[in-house]
C-alpha cells in the first residue's frame, strides 16, 4: 500500500509541475500578446500623428504663399 502511495506522490507532483508550466506559459503568451498589442498601437498612434503633421505642414506652406503672393500683389 505504502509502495502505491509513493508512486501516486511522484506522479502527482509530476502532474502539478506539468499544469504549473502550462499556466505559467499561458500568462506568458497573454503578456506576450498584450505588449504585441501594445507595440501595433503606438505603431499606428505614430502613422496618425505623421499624417496630421503632414497635413498641417502643407496648410502652413499654403497659407505662407498666400501671403507671399498677396504682399506682392500690393506692392
Same mark, same amino acid.
Given at each position: ?15 502539478? *509541475?506539468?499544469?504549473?508550466? @502550462? ?5 506568458? *503568451?497573454?503578456?506576450?500578446?498584450? *505588449?504585441?498589442?501594445? @507595440?501595433?498601437?503606438? /505603431?499606428?498612434? /505614430?502613422?496618425?500623428?505623421? $499624417?496630421?503633421? $503632414?497635413?498641417?505642414? /502643407?496648410? @502652413?506652406?499654403?497659407?505662407?504663399? &498666400?501671403?507671399?503672393? &498677396?504682399? *506682392?500683389?500690393?506692392?
Amino acid at each position: 500500500m505504502s509502495v502505491l502511495l509513493g508512486i501516486f506522490a511522484k506522479l502527482g507532483g509530476i502532474f502539478a *509541475l506539468l499544469l504549473l508550466v @502550462v499556466a505559467l506559459l499561458g500568462k506568458i *503568451l497573454t503578456a506576450a500578446g498584450l *505588449l504585441l498589442a501594445a @507595440v501595433k498601437l503606438t /505603431i499606428v498612434a /505614430i502613422f496618425i500623428a505623421l $499624417i496630421v503633421l $503632414i497635413g498641417v505642414a /502643407i496648410f @502652413v506652406d499654403r497659407s505662407r504663399r &498666400r501671403r507671399e503672393a &498677396r504682399d *506682392l500683389s500690393h506692392t
